[in-house]
């Protein structure tokens, strides 16, 4: 059902040069460049405004990159066509802080919905699926639990439930990688560990994980590899073994001098 | 300024003495309030204080404008209306008093004490001048109520005039010869088991008037039947030759005769009068007839009930119509109505402006004035009153739709884009979903108020049952004109009832 873990070191990723620069004149990102290697779980840090949504969202091109390079997998994404980035979206799943779900529709929909880069478009316009794209939606639900819930509109579920119906929406795209952007952050400190337990499984499994997060201990459990963003640009660079070694100087480096080092559980702080 | 808290209010000081600012109020209503530093406060007072006295003047002009000096008219008003006059003046006199007294004690240092009562006192003049103005009249109310209960209880219960009795006519005539010949027709003959007529003689003349217009009484006919229906009225009809036909008048009444017990009877009847065109030359035949409702087979439903049953089909069509072609109009205007479609560049954005602007004119212009100006350019009926609900179900539905597309969740468009759907996709699993519940609940909702709108329009020559009913109204025919309204309120109320519980279903 997923891809083979590919071999564990192998470039997939590489950000060259990479600068957004908004209509309104914001720079969002400057000069960023970073390479993701096959396997990895990559956590972006940053404080709010510091470039990570628009650094994951730039990877799929939702949003354009003003100059620099994305490669993946030897494909150059932002040189990419209108049906070219839509076949590359398709192998990155993404989830969203604010879960992004169609609410008025069923969970098999938004299940299915992840489908949608690989069914006939015509068929899908009128919400037709063939069965063993169903029977494949099924499954993914209950690999996160929840499949008792798949024909419950998405807007009955909790926020924990919700959540999980976008990793399994994310799942149904057979994804090489997934873009995380604030997963947890709506969610209260035990549903987080949850989701970032299916997101941690997903990557032992071969899945390469791109997750921004808020919370220093989250980071410290799940992160292989940190990058922290300040003001666009890059700040902090580190493996597992530095991140458990994180001191409070790195960490108001990252987050400003202003910041509180803060457990999982305590609201505010360094956001 | 206006908010400030209760301590900085303790802060500000007064620029005069106390005694000073009851003066100026005295002089100035409100001068010494505003010097006080209470300036809206002041500002306030002042205006009031000058609405009253100015509307009070108008009152007291009104009941008195025939006299020269202000003097005079006051005293004739006086006379006229103490009982509004006499309070209003005191009333006006005790708000200027209290005003400056309202100024001396928030003037004072020590304890600025601000006290509601004068504004109780405004408001209780406010309410006056309002209840004359209006011609409040209770009395009136009361006294005439008996009046209208009669047109009242027709309205509410009209339903005596909703159908007619179907009887069954049994008839019977014998020809009369105008003028009398030689050879005047034959009594009829008789058919057994039939009513059977007879007049004698069998000619004669017919009534005339003379050269000063005076009646000349025509031939007395004796007529007489039998095998009628016993011990019921009969009525006498007249046929000339050219085809009218028509019930006899004698002495103003209409003439009508009872059977008796074994369903005959005897009655003299004077020849009518008939205006016969000079052509025609010759003895002629003309007829008499009695005729006779035996009994009651049946009701029919009365024109006013047949009439208000297709009125309201018209008045729901012509809803509907609008309401079809408003919305299917709408959605580009909508589109064109949405900022977050048109924040593209400074062209989009002015059109963005012209289109809201257009809506917003239009909208404001109720359907009933648009429906004047539609008659006036396609002529009385339904169509016009189509006219006018489509141009303001347009703009109604155009604002709605535009500021539903405004707050759609960028979200989930985000996220469908992401698994790397075509636009048509993003559109139909992203987009349709959300804009469905809004678009179905604006749309049942412009539906329902179109059909109340359309009962209506009629009143302005719009088609519809409000045509009808304001027809029926103008000829005093209540029970007529409570069965239309009573199709309103059915419809009105199934359609309020039905919009509520789809919208309620859909959202």
Redesign the interface.
Known sequence: MYPPSAIAGKEMLEVRNLTKIYDDGTVALRNISFTVEDGEFLVIIGLSGSGKSTLL?CI?R?IEPTEGEIIWNGVNITQADAAQI?????????I?Q????????TVIINVL??????VN?WS??V?RFPEQERAMAMRALERVGIADQAYKRADELSGGQQQRV?IA?AL??QPRMI?ADEPVASLDPVLAHSILGYLEQLNKEGITILCSLHYLDLVQRYATRVIGLREGQIVYRGSRDDIRRMTDEEFREVYGAEAVRVSVGLEGGAA | MVKRTESQQEKRSSLIPAPVAGLLSLVVPGLGQILARYFYRGLLLLASMGTIVGLLAWRIHLLAHREGSPLAVLAKALQRRPSFVIPMLIGAVALWLFIAWDAYQLAKPEQRKRSGIVFLLIFLLFFALGWQITNIDLYTAVTELPDVLPRLSQILWPWGAAFDEITEVISAGANIQVPCTDNPPPPPEEIPGQPYVMATPTCGDLSVQDENYRLVPGTVLTFTGRGFAPNTTAEIWWFDPLGNEFRVRQEGEYLTVETDDQGAFEIEVTMPYRLIPSTAEGPQLHRIEARQASRVIGLAPSEALRLSIERMIETIMVGMMATFFGIILSVPVSLMAARNLMSGSWVTMAFYYIVRTLMNIVRSIEPMIWAVIAVVWVGLGPFAGFIALTLHSIAALGKLYSEAIESIDPGPIEAIQATGANRLQTIAYAVVPQMIPPFISFSIYRWDINVRMSTILGLVGGGGIGFLLIQYIRLLDYRAAGIAVWFITITVAVMDYASAEIRRRFV
Do not use: C, D, T, V
């Open positions: 969202r799929n939702l839509r076949r590359i979206r398709r192998e990155i799943g993404m969203f604010q879960f992004n779900l169609i609410k008025r529709s919905a992840g489908r949608l880069g690989y478009p899908s316009l919400y976008g929406r149904m795209q873009l």
